[in-house]
């Protein structure tokens, strides 16, 4: 956007510049073009002068000397002509009488008519000057004195003149650039840069992003200020959300806690079977709120989460939040497999990694029907001095229809066909916050002949240290 207004901008101050430059322009050759004129036409008259008394008497010697002199002088072909345009003196043996250049002006001069400025003169054209002084005596023309007069020195010293207008146009035009265009543009542009930023920025998430509301136009200034009271009430409308649900979760989980305990008793005191198995059946819808709750205060605590990103061992994480399952995959039959190159690093949030591998991993267990799981680390190149690390958890279960990867990782979402499994349908939400505030992304898509794969991006750290090999100590990929 810079470059477009400093394009118009120049373009309007170049038009302003060649407004004020073509009249001088033009001036100056008007005044050069008169110049010449003026000086040839003194000439031409003093030849017509001395040719009326030769006209006259037929005495050509001494007009023929004074048309060589001028010649010699000027190089500037002189002649006379009579009243049939027959040559009566000339200062060459052969002057061009019939060239269109000196038949336009001399018909003019033998109609009785004073000379006339043939044109303007530009360093470009190269047309001579031809002037054309009538001889008259008693009202009669006898005759004409004709010059045609070079103009190399005259357009030479007209273009050095418009050479050095044109060299301050454009030094105008540099110093009005520096000076005023580039200014003005970057006081404009910087609130709308600013404003361009702390848009992105609260589109990712981050609503505490403000811009300054003292630079730029007053409408920009407005603007800004219009942005900060928007985001500052998105922020608290966020934060009232977020503790309205903290705390709802919190509240709740007390009574929660007291109800199950009064349920426990109360089946002690059950006189039947079907009374037993009523309060059974309590206990365990009990314990999903319980889950639902706690589910609700852990995407609370991820969304309200003020911390910012930081490098983090991606290989380590993985390797450790495995082991954590590797006890529960067993008890189920199920295979693992993970496969984490030493010293992965990424940018994101301190416990999005563990966090996010919890809920893939346990996601990947209960509804993967027993079928095996694959864990993965790997980098994607980006941009030139930017990348990606991966997080890929695939499983060769059932997976998801195309209806449902549409609402997958939805709050609250299930399948219909996992409804009666444990869960809440909060923990792929919570984990793509984190993600989400970490500058990366969490996508699930399909697996060919069958499957579903989780795919977490976070981005490349900095700090990254080369994954090309193993350090000389380290032992293979964790695999079971």
């Known amino acids: 956007m810079r470059r477009r207004l400093l394009v118009i901008v120049i373009a309007l101050v170049s038009g302003l510049v060649a407004a004020l430059g073509l009249p001088l322009a033009i001036t100056g050759a008007e005044q050069t073009s008169q110049a010449v004129f003026i000086s040839r036409a003194d000439d031409t008259g003093r030849f017509a002068d001395a040719a009326e008394s030769a006209l006259s008497t037929g005495r050509v010697r001494r007009l023929e000397a004074d048309l060589r002199r001028y010649d010699e002088l000027y190089d500037s072909p002189a002649f006379v002509v009579d009243a049939d345009r027959k040559v009566f003196a000339a200062s060459r043996p052969a002057v061009a009488v019939d060239d269109p250049e000196v038949a336009r002006p001399l018909q003019r001069g033998l109609a009785g008519?004073?000379?006339?400025?043939?044109?303007?003169?530009?360093?470009?054209?190269?047309?001579?000057?031809v002037v054309v002084e009538p001889v008259v005596r008693d009202n009669r023309v006898l005759g004409a004195a004709v010059t045609v007069s070079p103009t190399g020195a005259a357009r030479g010293e007209l273009a050095v003149r418009l050479g050095y207008l044109a060299a301050g146009g454009l030094l105008a035009l540099v110093i009005v650039a520096l000076a005023v265009a580039v200014p003005l543009v970057r006081w404009v542009l910087r609130p709308v840069h600013d404003l361009d930023e702390a848009a992105h920025a609260v589109g990712s998430g981050s609503l505490a992003a403000h811009v300054s509301d003292r630079a730029g136009p007053p409408e920009l200034r407005r603007l800004a200020a219009s942005f900060n009271a928007m985001a500052d009430a998105l922020a608290a409308a966020a934060r009232a959300q977020r503790e309205f649900v903290a705390?709802?979760?919190?509240?709740?989980?007390?009574?929660?806690?007291?109800?199950?305990?009064?349920?426990?008793?109360?089946?002690?005191?059950?006189?039947?079977?079907h009374g037993r198995e009523d309060l059974s059946r309590a206990l365990e819808e009990t314990d999903r709120l319980g889950v639902t709750v706690d589910g609700l205060l852990r995407l609370a605590r991820a969304e309200a989460l003020d911390a910012g990103p930081e490098p983090v061992d991606v290989s380590a994480e993985v390797r450790r939040r495995a082991e954590a399952w590797r006890a529960a995959y067993r008890s189920a039959a199920t295979p693992l497999t993970v496969d984490a190159p030493d010293r992965v690093t990424a940018l994101c949030l301190p416990d999005l990694p563990g966090h996010a591998l919890d809920v893939l991993l346990d996601n990947a267990l209960k509804f993967g029907g027993g079928a095996p799981v694959e864990v993965s680390v790997g980098t994607e190149n980006g941009e030139p001095g930017a990348g990606w690390v991966t997080i890929a958890v695939r499983d060769r279960g059932d997976g998801l229809?195309?209806?449902?990867?549409?609402q997958a990782g939805?709050?609250?979402?299930?399948?219909?066909?996992?409804?009666?499994?444990?869960?809440?349908?909060?923990?792929?939400?919570?984990?793509?916050?984190?993600?989400?505030?970490?500058?990366?992304?969490?996508?699930l898509t399909p697996l060919r002949p069958r499957g579903l794969q989780a795919l977490l991006r976070l981005p490349l750290s900095d700090a990254a240290a080369d994954t090309t090999g193993p350090p000389p100590d380290a032992g293979p990929a964790d695999r079971s």
């Open 401 to 406: 229809t195309e209806e449902e990867f549409t």
């Open 410 to 443: 939805g709050r609250f979402w299930r399948s219909p066909r996992h409804q009666n499994t444990p869960g809440t349908g909060l923990g792929l939400a919570g984990a793509r916050t984190l993600a989400q505030r970490s500058g990366g992304s969490l996508e």
């Open 113 to 129: 008519r004073p000379p006339q400025r043939p044109h303007v003169l530009w360093p470009w054209d190269g047309r001579p000057y």
């Open 247 to 273: 705390n709802a979760s919190h509240q709740l989980r007390n009574p929660l806690t007291a109800l199950r305990l009064r349920l426990e008793n109360a089946k002690a005191f059950a006189a039947d079977e």
